[in-house]
């Protein structure tokens, strides 16, 4: 996320759709790696789960990090109107 601006609505908007497509690509990965012929294999049920656990944390982190923007500058736009 270094070097991400989230300047504009427009930009973390583009954060998040791009974290939501990564989350979906991680997990249609994952999908495959428990559909082959190892599926029932306990290694491969555990990196599947670790998978799905880094996924869904840095689907967390990266469009958690736009939405806290968005809210600070609603925040801060309201209180330029009062």
């Known amino acids: 996320m270094a070097g991400v601006k ?3 609505s ?3 908007e ?3 759709h791009t974290a939501g497509n990564k989350y ?7 999908l495959g790696l428990t559909s082959g012929q190892d599926a029932g294999n306990l290694g491969t ?3 599947a789960q670790l998978g799905l656990t880094h996924a869904e944390i840095a ?10 923007v ?3 500058v609603t925040q801060a736009s309201q209180a330029i109107k009062q």
């Open 6 to 8: 989230l300047d504009f």
């Open 59 to 68: 689907l967390s982190v990266e469009s958690g990090t736009a939405t806290k």
């Open 24 to 30: 979906e690509t991680k997990n249609e990965e994952i």
């Open 14 to 16: 583009n954060v998040m």
């Open 70 to 72: 968005a809210k600070q």
């Open 45 to 47: 049920l555990m990196r």
């Open 10 to 12: 427009a930009d973390r």
